[in-house]
Structures are given as structure tokens and as C-alpha cells.
């Protein structure tokens, strides 16, 4: 039977991952030199990582010069900082350089796709107080619905109350910056934006990517620049600040191979597309395993309870019987169809659950502890070990809900409930947990993406979509190294969205999770 022809997505899609793959290859021959470049305090290993998460994230890095990518990662390297978005960023920007034709001998301009190493706000403070000199560093922007006060003199003040959560903050009109020091002096620096706009003007870069793209991070880089001055020095903090106004270096690496370089032509401009996000849809409460608290809409809760379901039932059946009370009153909240739905979802993980504790606690007695392998293998003369006759316990609190078939699921949900299975109560055998062998689905296009994160307040709550969709989905479904590379391939823009949306101890946490499991997948 001839084989099915691949649609384009699905080639382009291959084709981001072999690029991928080639350029692990090219890294690992590139890492020596590298490391060189690191400071002692930085494994080499963890930066390659961070590395290859942010091209496979981003993968218009794999087709930029890449002689900039690899200097930009020797810049930040040099600097000892993370290129993942927080500590400092790689971007893509298309600039115009100039290049001698060797038959003429004249120059002659073109555009390519240039990466450019961006210290972020996050990375200097890191790097402030990784000095031994600095105990904390502070920059935030003010905006117009802000209420801030501030005051000079023997008793300098600053204050900052942000408008609540929800309201706009209006235009940037200001920003200070507040660093105290380890033998107890305290530096305060306020620039109004007519300052700041100055400094920008004396930039040498006035309309590179960190003033056009990210000029609330400009804004606070400015007065944080400003206000170092009246801090000890260093050559290294110096260097940070001075990086925004390097022009891309399209030089070769003294120790790199060299590589070839190929200027591309312009983009055509594309018309801007505004999307108008309403938030028409009541929000749900949703406790995860850690006991963070979600506001989702109905559909999203639906999703994101499944998962917490079978990820609490994985952990045993006492995190299934604790994730379902904590969450009752949402599921009875979400109506007959899908609260009747989570409810058989919920008693059928249970059995299972039960009967893999059981098993294991039989085989403890039996033999002491033993995997989970050794205590469903058959006993002596091939036949089962026979399951205790008694019935699991019955969870603390409410009962369950009556075994009644549930109504319709609601139109669009999608049921995950599983069928009842016999387990070792009628046949013997071990019971699986479901998805714990998921079909391979990487050949089919977007079968790695994710939803989209529900709306709060007429806004993206990219924290609801990180905890309970993105991160849930990439534990239970993904396996290997190229699914995973496709995953992220797949949820790429929503990627980018989430680390400019989130705060820095969420983002922080979605990066961790990230390289753990590309540590997991090897």
C-alpha cells in the first residue's frame, strides 16, 4: 500500500526538526570554545540547554545569520546570562549591513535576519547583586494611572501604588529605580519620560529592538543605568549596560568554523490584524496539586480539571480522593452535563487507582518493597497473584456521586472518561493506567498543540494556561526528545506570549519546567 503524501505543514514541521537536530550537532562542536567564554559559576551542559530551548522555541533563530547567533551567544555567555527571555533575549531583527562584491570591489547594501543579544532587567539585577557589593536592586516604570510620590532631601522617599488589577495603567511617564547596598546606603533614582526620551536620543542604536519592541524594559535599563553610577563599579555591570547599543557582529568566532553567510532579501510588510478579546464567560475556581488557585472560564476548567485528575490519580489514590473534594464545588457548580461527566471520569481513575495501591501494598507484604513491575509479575506456575477480596475505602468527605450514566457532555467538550475496564478483581491481570502508553500522534499536523488560555477580565491569563493546560499536557503526552521539540514547535507563539505576560516568578517556573524535562528526555 503507497504511502500517504505529507501535507505541507507536516514537511515544513519535519523540516524545523531536523534543523533542530543539525544544530545540536553544530553546538556540540561549538561548545568548547564556549566555555571558555562562561564564568566559572556557569555550567556549560545547563547553557546549551537553555540554548537549544530558546532556538527550538523560537525557530526563526534557526534560519537568521548564523554567524550573529553565535556571537550573540558568546556575548551572553561573556556576561554570564541565561538566553532564556528573562535573564537576557535573542531576537531576530532584520537590519541592513553592507558587504564587498568581490567583482566590482564595491560595497553594496543588503538585509538579512540578524540576531541581536538583549540584557534584560532581570539579568542585571542578578548580576548586581551576584557582585557581593549590592543587596537588592529595584526598577519599575510609572504610568499615568499610577500613584506615585517621591521626595528629595534628608528624608528621601519613594512610593508606587499601581491602579487595581484590571484597570488600565495608561502611558509610561516615568521610571526610578532603588538600590541598597550592602554597608546599608541606599541609592534612589527618579527620570521622568523627557529624561529618559534624552538618553535615548544620545543612544547609538535609537531604533534598535530594546527602544522599539521592549521599551518598557529601555525605560527601566535607562534610570537603573543612571542610578549604578552612584554604585561601586564594575567593568562587568558596565559592559551590561553598554550592550543595547552594539550593532549585530557579523565577524567570524576566533575558533569557529567559518560560516557561510547568505543575505536574504526583505519581507514583504504584512497588515496589522487587531484582535478584540471579550470576557463574556463566567470563571471557575480550580485548585492544582500545589493548592495555587485558578479563575478559569467553563471550558477551560472542564480541560484543566481532567488533567489534574489523572495526574493526581498517577500519584496515588489519596492525591485523586484530596484533588476531587478540594474541587467538588466547582464540578457540581459546572452544571449536570460536565459535572456529571468529571464525576464518572473521577470514579473510574478511582478504581484504578485503588487497585494499583492495593497491588502494591500486596507485593510490600508479600516480599518487601518492589517495583511496581516486579509486584503484577505472575506468581510461580504462571498465574496471577489473586487480589484481596475486600473493596478499597471509600474517600473522606462527601461520598461520590451514584454510578448513574451521565447526561450529554456539553456541545465542544471533549469526554476523556474512561470505559469501565475489568481489572484484576474479574480477570486477574494488571490494571493499566490510562495514557500511560499514549499513541504516537507526531505525524498528524498540531497534534501537539495546546488550547488557547482563557480570557480573565477581558485578558489572556497566561498563568491559568501555563499551570493547568501547558505544563500538564507536556508531563502526561510527551515521551521523546523530537516529540517534545515538536510540542514546543507547535505552541510556539503562545510561548512567546506567556513569558512577556507572566511574572517573573511564574515565567521562572515555566523555564524550569521546560529544562527539566529536556534533562528527563536526555
Known amino acids: 500500500m503507497a504511502a500517504q503524501p505529507q501535507s505541507p505543514l507536516a514537511l515544513a514541521r519535519r523540516a524545523n526538526v531536523e534543523r533542530i537536530q543539525a544544530f545540536q550537532t553544530e553546538l556540540d562542536k561549538f561548545a568548547p570554545s564556549i566555555e571558555q567564554a562562561l564564568p566559572a559559576h556557569v555550567d556549560i551542559d545547563k547553557f546549551k540547554r537553555v540554548l537549544v530551548t530558546a532556538v527550538a522555541t523560537n525557530p526563526d533563530l534557526l534560519y537568521a545569520d548564523r554567524r550573529t547567533l553565535y556571537n550573540s551567544a558568546v556575548k551572553a555567555a561573556v556576561d554570564g546570562l541565561m538566553p532564556d527571555g528573562k535573564d537576557c533575549a535573542l531576537v531576530v531583527y532584520n537590519t541592513e549591513i553592507k558587504m564587498r562584491n568581490p567583482g566590482t570591489g564595491l560595497d553594496e547594501k543588503f538585509r538579512i535576519d540578524a540576531v541581536q543579544y538583549l540584557p534584560m532587567v532581570a539579568g542585571i539585577k542578578r548580576r548586581m547583586t551576584n557582585s557581593g557589593e549590592v543587596l537588592t536592586v529595584e526598577a519599575e516604570v510609572v504610568c499615568r494611572n499610577d500613584r506615585f510620590r517621591y521626595a528629595l532631601g534628608d528624608q528621601p522617599f519613594i512610593e508606587h501604588e499601581p491602579p487595581a488589577l484590571g484597570e488600565e495603567r495608561g502611558e509610561i511617564i516615568g521610571a526610578y529605580a532603588i538600590i541598597r547596598l550592602r554597608n546599608g546606603g541606599i541609592i534612589r533614582d527618579v527620570m521622568s519620560r523627557q529624561r529618559i526620551e534624552q538618553a535615548h536620543g544620545q543612544s547609538r542604536q535609537k531604533e534598535g529592538l530594546m527602544w522599539t519592541k521592549f521599551y518598557d524594559e529601555a525605560c527601566c535599563k535607562t534610570v537603573l543605568k543612571h542610578a549604578s553610577k552612584d554604585a561601586p563599579q564594575s567593568a562587568e555591570i558596565t559592559r551590561l549596560f553598554d550592550r543595547d547599543d552594539e550593532p549585530p557582529i557579523l565577524d567570524d568566532i576566533p575558533g569557529f568554523p567559518a560560516i557561510e553567510r547568505t ?31 485558578l479563575d478559569l472560564s467553563a471550558g477551560a476548567t472542564d480541560k484543566a480539571l481532567r ?32 459535572g456529571g461527566d468529571l464525576a464518572v471520569l473521577y470514579r473510574g481513575l478511582r478504581d484504578i487507582a485503588a487497585e494499583r495501591d492495593t497491588a502494591a501494598g500486596r507485593a510490600e507484604r508479600v516480599g518487601g518493597p518492589q517495583t511496581s513491575e516486579s509486584a503484577e509479575r505472575p506468581a510461580a506456575g504462571g498465574n496471577p497473584v489473586p487480589p484481596p477480596s475486600a473493596p478499597p475505602a471509600p474517600p473522606a468527605g462527601p461520598p461520590p456521586r451514584p454510578t448513574a450514566a451521565p447526561a450529554a457532555s456539553a456541545p465542544g467538550a471533549t469526554s476523556t472518561t474512561p470505559a469501565p475496564a475489568a481489572g484484576p478483581s474479574s480477570t486477574g491481570e494488571p490494571v493499566p493506567f490510562p495514557l500511560d502508553n499514549p499513541t504516537d500522534e507526531s505525524t498528524e499536523d498540531g497534534a501537539f498543540r495546546v488550547d488557547d488560555p482563557p480570557m480573565r477580565s477581558g485578558r489572556r491569563d497566561w498563568r491559568a494556561w501555563s499551570v493547568a493546560i501547558f505544563q500538564p499536557r507536556m508531563r502526561k503526552d510527551i515521551n521523546n526528545s523530537t516529540d517534545f521539540a515538536l510540542f514546543l514547535a507547535d505552541n510556539d507563539e503562545n510561548l512567546r506570549a506567556a513569558r512577556s505576560g507572566l511574572t517573573s516568578g511564574d515565567a521562572n517556573a515555566l523555564e524550569r519546567a521546560i529544562e527539566e524535562k529536556w534533562r528527563e528526555l536526555g
Open 263 to 293: 543575505p536574504v532579501p526583505p519581507e514583504p510588510v504584512r497588515p496589522t490584524v487587531i484582535e478584540h478579546e471579550e470576557d463574556s464567560e463566567p470563571t471557575f475556581a480550580v485548585i492544582d496539586l500545589d493548592g495555587n488557585e
Open 307 to 338: 488533567l489534574l485528575l489523572e495526574e493526581a490519580a498517577r500519584r496515588g489514590l489519596g492525591a485523586l480522593d484530596g484533588c476531587y473534594e478540594t474541587n467538588l464545588a466547582t464540578i457540581e457548580a459546572l452544571g449536570k452535563q460536565i
